[in-house]
């Protein structure tokens, strides 16, 4: 906690905007050339840095695209979900036929979990996961979205606003 507080402090960022629970989240150093309320993903590092203050970002383990399915570039966050309904897209639908056509918001089936922020990237979003899947995360496991620990994207949700903006590097 001394360090966590000492680096806000320093960092200028107050503790009301760092997480309480960093189980799985670190608060960060991160180029000063982003602004405050980027999201930043790296597919290379399995990571997610969402951009607190200046220089300071939290970090979140996240699964990324799988081979093939990989993207990069800019784009921002055009919805926020809480508990979304699912329709598998096509080509998910294509690779797994067992799936069904939809599945309600809320339910542990549901592989877009407690949250989604939706990207403007087509079907795309960072979004949480299922039981199941929690062992995907940090893995590149997904069809283009990013997958997060509920917990996580819970706490991302918090955070960011329709139009923020998102960058993904290879």
């Known amino acids: 906690m001394l360090q966590t507080f000492l680096l806000a402090t320093v960092a200028g960022a107050s503790l ?5 629970d960093a189980n799985a989240r670190n608060i960060v150093s991160i180029s000063p050339d982003v602004a405050p309320g980027t ?5 290379s590092k399995r990571r997610l840095f ?3 203050d200046t220089g300071v970002a939290i970090s979140y ?5 799988k081979r093939g399915k990989e993207w990069a570039g800019e784009t921002s966050v055009e919805g926020k979900y809480v508990n979304p309904d699912w329709v598998p897209p ?7 036929p067992e ?26 979003a960072i979004h949480g996961t ?19 620990l509920n917990e996580d994207v819970s706490d991302l949700y918090e955070r960011v606003s329709v139009g923020s903006p998102v960058m993904m590097t290879r």
Not at 39 to 43: K, L
Not at 105 to 123: H, I, K, Y
């Open 50 to 52: 969402y951009v607190v």
């Open 39 to 43: 999201i930043v993903i790296s597919a």
């Open 130 to 148: 299922t039981r199941k899947m929690r062992a995907s995360v940090g893995t590149a496991a997904s069809y283009g979205c990013i997958r997060m």
């Open 90 to 96: 096509a080509v998910v639908k294509a690779d797994h």
């Open 16 to 20: 009301a905007t760092l997480p309480q």
């Open 61 to 65: 383990p996240v699964a990324v695209p």
């Open 99 to 124: 799936l069904p056509n939809f599945i309600p918001g809320g339910s542990p089936r549901n592989p877009m979990g407690v949250r989604a922020l939706t990207l403007g990237r087509g079907e795309v």
